[in-house]
């Protein structure tokens, strides 16, 4: 994201009340701890790790829809390696 980064961008939109009952969504290609760890303490309601095929983010979107899904990652980093 040009100008402005997606924390910045999480930190800014959970610092406006008006915004305190929409879910955030995080799609990113980090699948560092850290980062994830930053986003669900700063808000974040979901993060999931960018799929390397269309079918894989379709799923994710799918199964988000349907209440089936809060986080998708690595298994690696579900178990904190």
């Known amino acids: 994201m040009p100008g402005k980064s997606g924390n910045e961008c999480l ?4 610092c406006q ?3 305190d009952d929409v879910p955030i969504v ?7 701890k850290s980062e ?11 993060f999931f790790v960018k799929p390397h095929h269309f079918d ?3 799923n994710i979107v799918e199964d988000l829809c ?9 298994d690696s980093i579900m178990k904190g390696k």
């Open 66 to 74: 349907k209440g089936k899904l809060t986080t998708a990652m690595p």
């Open 17 to 19: 009340s008006k915004f």
């Open 36 to 46: 994830i760890d930053f986003c669900l303490n700063n808000g974040a309601d979901h």
């Open 26 to 32: 995080i799609l990113s290609t980090s699948n560092r």
């Open 56 to 58: 894989g983010l379709k």
């Open 11 to 14: 930190e800014e939109i959970r």
